[in-house]
């Protein structure tokens, strides 16, 4: 024991050497976290408050077009400037680069009048399978279609969006005039705006609730998103340290003295053990406690620990160990230290992408979504969003927690192989 406690201050003492390590370690993650949650909070409230902006030229002088304008306004994500008439690709380009406009949409000048062509004949149509009389041997056409302009900034998932939601305007007009079409077919009179209204805004409410396992409604905010899984990647990053602390021990013959001395240097592995994985847990620490106390005061919402804190440690202990096992083992196949740092640098970013970490997994297919269970770091986050996210308790992470040890069992033999084929013990 005491051996294993001399080699423990040992380790602390390099350690608080590497300052460059420690800012590796703490500033930079942190920096992530507040950076990464303030962009995506930024995208969860874009719909309500950050309106995309939108120029709408006009071509049609007709009452279709003017009500289509009207609905885009209405649907809540846009924020709508009206142009001139008649303008160019190029001019419309120019329109939204002076006026910082993510999106333009010209509306041809015959819309209103094919739009009424159309609901004529579709009118005429429906009568003729009612038994009634209506013109449907005339051939209509389609309309003309709008042209969207977009900023090639807006990700598809927005820009598929912002389509729906221009779609959904048409419809509504288009489906606006087919009933105006087919009232007046049958009552030669226009049909009342109080009726119409009622025919066209008469929407069955959605009710949405997220589903949790401990019951609660909550709805999880982007603090709850970012800081369990950039927390994940900052434990890993200690190999930034580490993994460079037993690449100099080996370089500068370290292990060789001390196969001189009465002990094993297995005991300095689990001293380093020990001591990293202090490390990521005040790393944890530090990140979740800027999540609860900080984060409020930089208007980003608090983060909302789980109930089960016994679960949330037992979750960030394995996830440490096994971060803290990976860096060892880098560390031991690593010849210099910029192989370790390199190599561990760039590995940490590929496990964290096919971890889920940068994409989620659920949107992963083929290779990508078998490939993600090979990395710890998706078990990890799986574990953290059942806790933070759906309410779960530690039964219900058993099954993430299970394979991330398994991973971390496995480290552990590949490095023991590697100190045995290096002959370092």
């Known amino acids: ?31 992530l976290v507040v950076v990464v949650t303030s962009i995506q909070n930024s995208t969860f409230n874009l719909v309500n408050k950050n309106k995309l902006s939108i120029l709408i030229c006009n071509s049609d002088t007709g009452q279709a077009s003017k009500q289509l304008i009207k609905s ?64 449907s041997s005339k051939k209509v056409g389609d309309v003309d279609p709008l042209t969207l302009y977009y900023n090639p900034i807006l990700q598809e998932s927005l820009r598929l969006s912002v389509q729906g939601g221009i779609r959904s305007a048409l419809q509504l007009v288009e489906s606006r ?122 208007g980003l919402p608090a983060l909302n620990l789980p109930s089960d804190i016994l679960a949330l440690i037992i979750v960030t202990v394995v996830c440490g160990w096994c971060a803290v096992s990976y860096s060892i083992c880098v560390g031991v196949f690593a010849d210099t230290q910029e192989q370790a740092n390199g190599f561990g640098a760039v590995s940490i970013v590929i496990l964290a992408a096919i971890g889920g970490l940068m994409v989620p997994s659920f949107a992963m297919e083929g290779f990508a979504k078998t490939a993600a269970n090979f990395s710890p770091m998706h078990w990890a986050l799986q574990a953290y969003y059942s806790l933070f996210l759906e309410g779960g308790k530690l039964k219900d992470v058993v099954n993430n927690i299970i394979p991330l040890f398994i991973i971390t069992i496995v480290i552990q033999l590949i490095t023991f192989w590697g100190l045995k084929r290096k002959k370092l013990i």
């Open 1 to 31: 024991m005491f051996k294993l406690w001399a080699t423990i201050i040992k380790d602390v003492r390099v350690l608080l050497r590497d300052m460059v390590g420690i800012s590796l370690m703490f500033v930079m993650p942190i920096i």
């Open 72 to 135: 885009i306004s209405k649907i809540g994500m846009f924020k709508v400037s009206l142009e001139a008439a008649d303008k160019t690709a190029q001019q419309m380009a120019d329109a939204m680069h002076d006026n910082d406009a993510m999106l333009g949409v010209i509306i041809p000048s015959n819309f209103s009048r094919k739009v009424e062509a159309k609901s004529k004949s579709i009118a005429g149509k429906a009568l003729t399978s009612f038994g009634l009389a209506g013109d």
């Open 177 to 298: 005039e087919t009933l105006r079409s087919l009232y007046f077919s049958i009552n030669e009179k226009q049909l009342p705006e109080s009726l119409e209204n009622e025919m066209l805004n008469n929407n069955t409410a959605i009710n949405e609730i997220p589903v949790s396992k401990d019951g609660t409604r909550a709805t999880p905010n982007a603090t709850q998103h970012n800081v369990p899984a950039w927390t994940i990647f900052a434990m890993f990053f200690v190999i930034m340290s580490l993994g460079g602390s037993v690449v100099r021990e080996k370089v500068s013959g370290s292990f060789i003295r001390l196969k001189t001395l009465p002990t094993n240097y297995m005991v300095g592995i689990f001293s380093k053990q020990i001591t990293y994985l202090a490390v990521t847990l005040l790393q944890a620490a530090v990140i979740f406690s800027m999540g609860i106390w900080l984060f409020p005061y930089i």
